[in-house]
């Protein structure tokens, strides 16, 4: 099996910064691509950012310029930079992974989440 813990929520005033870290642990081969979910209040889940192997990343429009998704294949992490926060960036922020636990065998995990709230 495998765990993402995220954490680094928390409340927020508009215009700071707040950074999410997510740890991976257990039956670990590899992982493939990494991302970051969240759930407004009342709404649907939504992508926010994501990275594959290689680096290469991927935002939603309305994060970009302002969020940064990297990650460290060394300790199994990924982290979400979140910089010029808005109110509607509130919301409970998911991690998700596709874990290789053999050289063709995976699985998407995601994590139980953490709240990110902005005040005006």
């Known amino acids: 099996q495998v765990q993402l813990v995220e954490s680094g929520g928390g409340l927020v005033q508009a215009g700071g910064s707040l950074r999410l870290s997510c740890a991976a642990s257990g039956r670990i081969f590899r992982i493939n691509t990494m991302a970051w979910y969240r759930q407004p209040p009342g709404k649907q889940r939504e992508l926010v950012a994501s990275?594959?192997?290689?680096?290469?990343?991927n935002y939603a429009d309305s994060v970009k310029g302002r969020f940064t998704i990297f990650r460290d294949d060394a300790k199994n992490m990924v982290y979400l930079q979140m910089d010029s926060l808005k109110p509607e960036d509130t919301a409970v922020y998911h991690c998700?992974?596709?874990?290789?636990?053999?050289?063709?065998?995976?699985?998407?995990?995601w994590g139980q989440g953490t709240q990110v709230t902005v005040s005006s």
């Open positions: 998700s992974a596709e874990v290789y636990y053999s050289t063709s065998l995976f699985d998407d995990y």
């Open positions: 990275i594959v192997t290689s680096g290469s990343t």
